[in-house]
């Protein structure tokens, strides 16, 4: 079987996810790491031998030289992560998504492009996962749910059924959300919250009941 070459846009946390998850499929291989910092060594690269930094700059040119199969962007800030997909990734090369194989996703979900599913998240069935978004481990999403593009769900948080979360929002580690709430675009839920009420755009949340910060 032959492996799609996959490169790496970023370095940080989410990199690592990515070259872990990546390194753990038969299917994919990481053969580039790219950096803004065009960064030469990355400690943690240890682990995954094959895998070459460069800077972000040399995207194009792995395209077009036919060296990668695709490219997943791992960065934490969400409109740098829009943009990096933007400018280097779509209609340039596959926009790959990063699955762990300890997660369970139900065959009714939809995953968008380009997303990060960490071990021990489950997806119900008719959740939609939007691009970009990054799923932490031990992750649950409902039934039905609606995840937005950029999102990130934190280590832990748990989605009840319906619930749905808007573009670039964040729910820290630990937060429960009760069916059918609706979270706002960029909104920011903070660790170990309940949240039993709709949250607005932009809106930080916590405590319980999560209340305005």
């Not at 930094?53 to 194009?60: L, Q, S």
Request: contains cysteine.
């Amino acid at each position: 079987m032959t492996q799609k070459r996959i490169a790496i846009i970023g370095c940080g946390a989410q990199a690592k996810y990515a070259s872990e998850i990546f390194h753990l499929s038969p299917n994919h291989t990481v053969t580039h790491v790219l950096s803004p910092e065009n960064i030469t060594e990355l400690d943690w690269l240890s682990h995954y031998p094959g895998e070459h930094v460069i800077g972000y700059e040399h995207v194009a040119d792995l395209i077009a030289n036919k060296e990668i199969d695709g490219a997943l962007a791992c960065i934490a800030n969400k409109q740098e992560k829009a943009e990096i997909f933007a400018k280097y990734v779509d209609g340039r090369t596959e926009a790959v998504s990063a699955v762990h194989p300890k997660a369970v996703i139900a065959s009714s979900a939809t995953l968008g492009a380009g997303v990060i599913i960490n071990a021990g998240a489950v997806i119900q069935p008719l959740a939609t996962i939007g691009r970009g978004a990054m799923i932490h481990a031990n992750v649950i999403v409902e039934h039905d749910c609606k995840i937005g593009a950029w999102t990130n769900l934190a280590p832990g948080c748990q989605l009840a059924g319906w619930v749905q979360v808007g573009d670039a929002a964040t729910i820290f580690t630990g937060a429960s959300v009760v069916p059918t709430i609706k979270i706002g675009k960029r909104a920011i839920v903070g660790a170990g919250a309940a949240v039993i009420q709709d949250v607005e755009d932009d809106a930080v949340v916590v405590g319980v009941p999560a209340k305005p910060y």
